[in-house]
């Protein structure tokens, strides 16, 4: 194959608006995902993707009885239950794991409860509005994941020792005069609003997988979070890339390629690591 | 870390290599695979009238379920090149499509899809797309037949406040008479209702103004597939002028062939006793087939994709199908069985199939609907 067929391969999809939209969205979410899926996957909270998806599925039954705009309703059911969580974990020191199922399954059903007393009539699949499609990214999804990322990334850089002290090493940090609840809380709500806005827009799997895959595949060779950080940023944007052609040209679904590209790279790198030493030393600094 | 970085690359460069070698032989494999089989009835007669016409030429239709798709090839015979979003059998609530399914999309000359609660996924996907296409919206600004309550009255006995219509709620002798307890004012008043929700126009999701409330599943009453088939027929002739008057041949002789199905129908249906003519169906897709072919709509599974049950209702269900002598229970191919097998079993009635969203493989609408209507004799004539 010539360089001027290989660059065809790359271009043909992008001829396309909502394509080319696509692959900005899965790179988008690829990034961002790994940044504040390295605190995910360090802390172990791998299930809180899906609980908030969830929880915005109550804040659009909300809205929808309601009479306002869903995208409200799902942020500000996340942001409600971001704070819920953070709250559960303070006030009783449970893990916030637990915490987040106690907050998760609550809200969940109580938007199974409230649908089942709101609606009366044949209405549309309330379910279909808590998961965007990675083929239907219009340029406002775009704009709000990229707002998102930025706000996460900024926030990430600009307190990254606070963060690290307060999320790794509360005790000392909360000794040294940080005000270690409202950090924990901060992360909570940044991880609550890039999940809910990039759920809108690219669908529930993609993003969950974006948030743990690429960060646990860094984890196996990374030796410090700054590391661990960029290269999932790097397994992230490449499974986004690689997904994103295949499902082009094989013709699936894109969202299941990506994720299935992630997957793969994880059981490489886990096949090719000697032992379990590094995710052993990064756990072991991390704690 | 460096080592691992050329990892990546190498990986990289060996999957998108792999996967160019795979596809460049045949670069449009995705899209022959996605187009719908040809085989109806009236496809034959169709195809003696006109020539040949080389693929490029074709009007390019996409439509969002098989159904419409198979209403399309009618009309459109080997003029049209018909592609359904949704491939047959897959649910319309949460099916996802691939990027190819999205290029014939972004191509396509005519779009064709129900509209209200069925498919606003097409909306936001022709949005997104950015289509410069003739949009036919099949069911656009149809109102619900009089006589045909649109709301709760499968639901009774439960939350009074909620209900505004006149019959007593708590009585299931007086709920399940909507049919002639609601006249066209009632009937009026409902879709008026939904329109004043200030759902309606609220969420950005809504721009198209949705008919929220109402019933979207149309054409299974055959006086409403006809309007669907005129609907595309005159979306075809104003994408292809020089071809009008071909499209408005075949969708009157379709049309006709509806009409005969319907005397046949209505045969059918008469062949059940009166006193059986009872239908309870699992998502509440049926309420204008029910009332055109005189079938009592006694109880849905689930009111609303995605809504569950309450172990109320589900009671309340398994009691109206006793005190009524239900026959059957009939499932949608698309949707889990287990919930309405369970109610069957407890209520001592037969389950059978109806097709409503999704079309079985190979079958036109009209296939579907004999399907349907052979079913429903199956069942109900005991």
Redesign the interface.
């Known amino acids: 194959?010539g360089m001027s067929g290989?660059v065809e391969?790359f271009v043909e999809?992008l001829r396309?608006?909502?394509?080319l939209?696509?692959l900005v969205a899965a790179v988008l979410v690829g990034a961002i995902g790994a940044v504040v899926g390295s605190y995910v996957v360090l802390k172990g909270l791998a299930f809180i993707g899906d609980a908030l998806a969830h929880v915005a599925f109550t804040g659009i039954v909300v809205?929808?009885l309601a009479?306002?705009?869903?995208?409200v309703g799902a942020l500000a059911a996340a942001i409600t239950a971001g704070l819920g969580i953070g709250w559960v974990t303070r006030r009783v020191g449970l893990s916030t794991d637990t915490a987040i199922g106690i907050v998760f399954s609550g809200v969940f059903a109580l938007g199974?409860v409230l649908?089942?007393?709101g609606?009366?009539?044949?209405?549309?699949?309330?379910?279909?509005?808590v998961f965007g499609?990675i083929?239907?990214?219009?340029a406002?999804d775009l704009w709000a994941i990229a707002l998102a990322g930025i706000l996460v990334v900024g926030v990430v850089v600009a307190l990254y020792k606070e963060l690290l002290f307060a999320h790794f090493d509360p005790v000392v940090a909360e000794a040294t005069g940080l005000p270690v609840g409202v950090l924990q809380l901060v992360l909570l709500l940044l991880l609550s609003v890039t999940v809910v806005v990039s759920v809108q827009a690219v669908?529930v799997v993609l993003v969950l997988a974006m948030l743990v895959t690429p960060a646990a595949t860094a984890a196996l060779?990374a030796r410090r979070l700054a590391?661990m950080m960029l290269?999932a940023v790097?397994?992230g944007v490449?499974a986004a890339?690689?997904g994103f052609?295949?499902?082009?040209?094989?013709?699936?679904?894109?969202?299941?390629a990506i994720v299935l590209?992630a997957t793969v790279?994880f059981v490489?790198?886990a096949g090719?690591v000697r032992g379990r030493g590094a995710w052993r030393r990064l756990t072991a600094a991390y704690r | 870390?460096r080592r691992?970085?050329v990892?990546?690359l190498v990986?990289?460069s060996l999957?998108?290599?792999a996967?160019?070698?795979?596809?460049?032989p045949t670069?449009m494999?995705?899209v022959s695979?996605?187009a719908v089989p040809t085989p109806t009835p009236s496809e034959g007669a169709a195809e003696s009238l006109t020539p040949t016409v080389p693929l490029a030429k074709k009007v390019v239709v996409v439509a969002s379920t098989s159904v419409f798709a198979s209403m399309v090839e009618v009309v459109g015979g080997n003029l049209v090149e018909v592609h359904a979003v949704m491939p047959p059998g897959a649910d319309p609530?949460?099916y996802?499509?691939?990027?190819?399914?999205?290029?014939k999309l972004?191509d396509a000359q005519l779009v064709v899809y129900n509209g209200g609660?069925l498919d606003?996924?097409m909306e936001?996907?022709l949005?997104?797309?950015?289509s410069k296409a003739k949009v036919v919206v099949l069911a656009e600004g149809l109102e619900p037949p009089a006589g045909v309550a649109?709301?709760?009255e499968h639901?009774k006995g439960t939350?009074k406040a909620?209900?505004d219509h006149q019959h007593a709620e708590g009585t299931p002798e007086a709920g399940h008479d909507h049919r002639h307890a609601e006249g066209t004012p009632e009937a009026g008043h409902d879709h008026q209702h939904?329109k004043e929700?200030?759902?309606a126009t609220?969420?950005?999701?809504h721009e198209h103004d949705?008919e929220?409330?109402?019933?979207?599943h149309f054409w299974l009453d055959p006086d409403f597939a006809v309007i669907y088939i005129e609907r595309i027929a005159a979306g075809l002739g104003e994408v292809d002028p020089a071809h009008a008057e071909f499209y408005q041949t075949n969708a009157a002789r379709y049309i006709e062939e509806i009409r005969n199905f319907d005397v046949w129908a209505k045969e059918q249906i008469a062949s059940i006793p009166p006193e059986r003519r009872k239908l309870v169906t699992f998502h509440?897709a049926f309420p204008y087939f029910a009332a055109h072919y005189g079938l009592e709509l006694v109880g849905v599974v689930v009111?609303?994709?995605?809504?569950?049950?309450?172990p109320q209702e589900v009671a309340q269900l398994v009691a109206r199908i006793r005190a009524e002598g239900v026959p059957a229970i009939f499932v949608e191919p698309q949707f889990n069985p287990k919930l309405a097998q369970t109610i069957a079993q407890e209520a001592g009635v037969r389950v059978l199939e109806l097709y409503s969203d999704a079309a079985p493989a190979g079958m036109d609408y009209l296939g579907m609907m004999r399907q349907n209507v052979t079913n429903v004799v199956e069942g109900l004539r005991g």
């Open positions: 194959m290989a391969l999809p396309y608006g909502f394509l939209r696509a809205a929808f009479g306002f705009s869903f995208y199974v649908m089942a007393i609606i009366r009539t044949y209405t549309v699949d309330l379910f279909s509005y499609d083929l239907a990214v219009r406002r669908g060779v590391s290269l790097c397994f490449l890339l690689v052609y295949l499902s082009y040209y094989a013709s699936v679904p894109s969202g299941g590209v790279l490489l790198v090719l | 870390m691992w970085l990892l990546v990986l990289a999957v998108l290599s996967c160019a070698r795979q596809t460049q670069p494999a995705g695979e996605s609530h949460t996802q499509p691939t990027p190819r399914d999205v290029v972004a609660d606003p996924w936001r996907q949005e997104a797309v950015g649109v709301k709760e639901i939350r909620e209900h939904a929700t200030p759902v609220s969420s950005p999701e949705h929220h409330g109402v019933n979207p509440d009111l609303s994709p995605g809504r569950e049950p309450s």
